[in-house]
């Protein structure tokens, strides 16, 4: 019994590293990127938004198991605002994610900003972050043909 609550220790250990490095790469550069994603909505690329995967979700109380409802971040830009996450709760996250393909959904309302976010969500968003970018680029690209 004793033997497994130190493999759960030292799994927890390995976990918190991971989520540590990748709060330090977010935060160094993230920021860099939000500031340009600012300057390019200054000059006119707004009211774009990129939807990026659910990374993260805690129960919506206090305790597990008190509830089935839960929190969800997923990874978005929204222009003007930048890198960020939307909060969803578990269920308008099953009506977003089950609704007709192509049905535009506004993640303004939702929107937290990186500043704002928790720093768990902060470490994930650091690995969605290129593939986002890289999208929006594509897009703003597409509209200026």
Not at 126 to 141: E, F, I, N, P, Q
Request: negative net charge; aromatic residues 6%; contains cysteine.
């Amino acid at each position: 019994m004793h033997d497994l609550l130190h493999v759960r220790a030292a799994e927890l250990s390995r976990l918190a590293s991971t989520v540590r490095t990748s709060l330090d790469q977010a935060e160094a550069l993230i920021p860099v990127v939000n500031e340009q994603l600012a300057e390019l909505a200054a000059m006119g690329v707004s009211d774009l938004q990129v939807e990026g995967p659910a990374i993260y979700s805690r129960p919506q109380g206090l305790s597990i198991g008190k509830t089935d409802d839960h929190c969800i971040y997923q990874a978005v830009i929204v222009m003007p605002g930048g890198v960020g996450a939307a909060l969803w709760d578990s269920t308008e996250f099953d009506e977003y994610m089950n609704r007709p393909y192509g049905d535009p959904v506004d993640l303004a309302p939702r929107f937290v900003e990186f500043a704002q976010c928790p720093p768990v969500v902060k470490a994930m968003l650091v690995t969605h972050a290129t593939h986002m970018v890289t999208s929006l680029m594509a897009d703003v690209r597409l509209l200026g043909n």
